[in-house]
T-cell receptor, first 117, second 112 residues
């Protein structure tokens, strides 16, 4: 039972490069989301999806694109990396986006550590 | 001002101590309150969940919510070295659990 799998674990980019952070879940969860975690800032929501074909912006969406063509996958794209995007990125999923608590807790991956130089 | 404020610590206590972790919030629409635990180099995992004012107990952990003061707490009794982790409070309005707002996280170290 893999849960939420994120690849790669580590990545170094130069300013202006593009890349895609991969996220896959095998729990048949409808809801998926991307967070970034920075020191002193906690976790901040970037984009989320309540099902295949449906995405929406979170708190800090600028500089990131997402798409959801299947239930299992929710990739995050950085079109032109900037040093301000240096962070740890977490993908999360849940059965639904309604409760967020014990009946539909968020399951997190182990993160992708991104450095932009 | 952030919607959710949490003392980042770090907090260091001896084994067996009672630990109190706290968050304040400003949005009165928040109805669901959670505590996540995050070990180093791992993703957060749900520890406690509550949606009403008062106390909820689960083993050595007690979650407390005071909606009138917009204040939530997590108490850990008989703390163990294995409790060493970062603890994040999280909350959301009714039926919007997918858009959790997290506190900054408190780093806890329990010394043997």
């Amino acid at each position: 039972n893999a849960g939420v799998t994120q690849t790669p674990k580590f990545q170094v980019l130069k300013t202006g490069q593009s890349m895609t952070l991969q996220c896959a879940q095998d729990m048949n969860h409808e809801y998926m989301s991307w967070y970034r975690q920075d020191p002193g800032m906690g976790l901040r929501l970037i984009h989320y999806s309540v099902g295949a074909g449906i995405t929406d912006q979170g708190e800090v969406p600028n500089g990131y694109n997402v798409s959801r063509s299947t239930t299992e996958d929710f990739p995050l794209r950085l079109l032109s990396a900037a040093p301000s995007q240096t962070s740890v990125y977490f993908c999360a999923s849940s059965y639904s986006g309604a409760g967020g608590g014990y009946n539909s807790p968020l399951h997190f991956g182990n993160g992708t550590r991104l450095t932009v130089t | 001002q952030k919607e959710v404020e949490q003392d980042p610590g770090p907090l260091s206590v001896p084994e067996g101590a009672i630990v109190s972790l706290n968050c304040t919030y400003s949005n009165s629409a928040f109805q669901y309150f959670m505590w996540y635990r995050q070990y180093s180099r791992k993703g957060p995992e749900l520890l406690m969940y509550t949606y009403s004012s008062g106390n909820k107990e689960d083993g050595r952990f007690t979650a407390q919510v005071d909606k009138s003061s917009k204040y939530i707490s997590l108490f850990i009794r008989d703390s163990q070295p294995s409790d060493s982790a970062t603890y994040l409070c999280a909350m959301c309005p009714y039926n919007q659990g997918g858009k959790l707002i997290f506190g900054q996280g408190t780093e806890l170290s329990v010394k043997p």
